[in-house]
């Protein structure tokens, strides 16, 4: 499944439960087939009592990890919640910021067949923060490779969800400029700040006011959820 062709089918579905299963179809295209999303971060009000919101993870490990204590002590929670970016848990295995005893959990994710695993931050605003992560049963996915197209995926699975459990953010309340319809329309198009200023004869600088205003307005903080979220809503073109 191609990306447009998933964020036009997420954008028509109408349960989340049908969200969720596309978004393990298009995983599936890349070899993954286990998803964990949760809440890691909410503001006091809107705390959950189960923070897994959806999730294929099998149930003995969710067991395991309970009962050793990881949602303490594991490093791809820990460095979700400051995190700007996704992350494939290798380059967590060979950090030297966290002690051996909490590495442990990465050999014993893999004894439950949860290999190549990757993690997909997302902030939103009051210092929410919710987290994606992703294993294949199998594995050999080359996770590295793959990562810009699952953040895309999961950025893109976390909106439309979103949007059918909370309250919809009203497309008319959100009000762009056409020079920040134009600096989002060509971050779709993959282009960096620096090759923005260019094509609009500004300075990177003042690309980065625009997109700062745009984070505001969308209510999120990178150029991904951005992108996302507006196409989502109809603000910027494909």
């Not at 990306?3 to 954008?11: G, K, L, P, Q, R």
């Not at 995190?83 to 051996?100: C, D, K, Y």
């Not at 980065?208 to 999120?220: D, G, M, P, R, Y």
Request: some cysteine; overall charge positive; glycine content about 6%.
């Amino acid at each position: 499944m191609r990306i447009s062709e998933f964020i036009e089918a997420t954008n028509a579905a109408r349960t989340p439960e049908e969200v969720f299963k596309l978004f393990l179809q298009a995983l599936a295209t890349l070899g993954y087939d286990r998803v964990m999303y949760s809440a890691l971060a909410l503001p006091l009000q809107g705390r959950r009592s189960d923070p897994a919101i959806a999730r294929n993870y099998p149930d003995d490990w969710i067991d395991h990890y309970v009962a050793k204590g990881y949602v303490q002590t594991d490093p791809v929670r820990r460095t979700c919640i400051v995190a700007r970016r996704p992350f494939a848990w290798l380059e967590l295995e060979q950090s030297q910021h966290f002690p051996p005893a909490h590495l442990r959990i990465f050999p014993e994710a893999k004894s439950a067949a949860l290999h190549d695993g990757v993690a997909v931050p997302l902030h939103g605003p009051c210092g929410e923060v919710m987290g994606i992560g992703l294993a294949s049963s199998l594995g050999n996915t080359a996770p590295m490779r793959h990562l810009n197209k699952l953040n895309v995926l999961a950025t893109q699975f976390h909106t439309t969800y979103q949007a059918l459990v909370s309250p919809p953010l009203k497309p008319m309340a959100i009000s762009l400029t056409n020079r920040e319809r134009e600096v989002l329309e060509w971050c779709a198009a993959g282009k960096s700040n620096s090759i923005i200023g260019d094509i609009l004869g500004v300075s990177e600088k003042t690309i980065e006011f625009h997109l700062a205003n745009i984070f505001t307005k969308l209510q999120v903080s990178t150029r991904v959820a951005a992108v996302v979220k507006a196409l989502h809503f109809g603000l910027i073109t494909p």
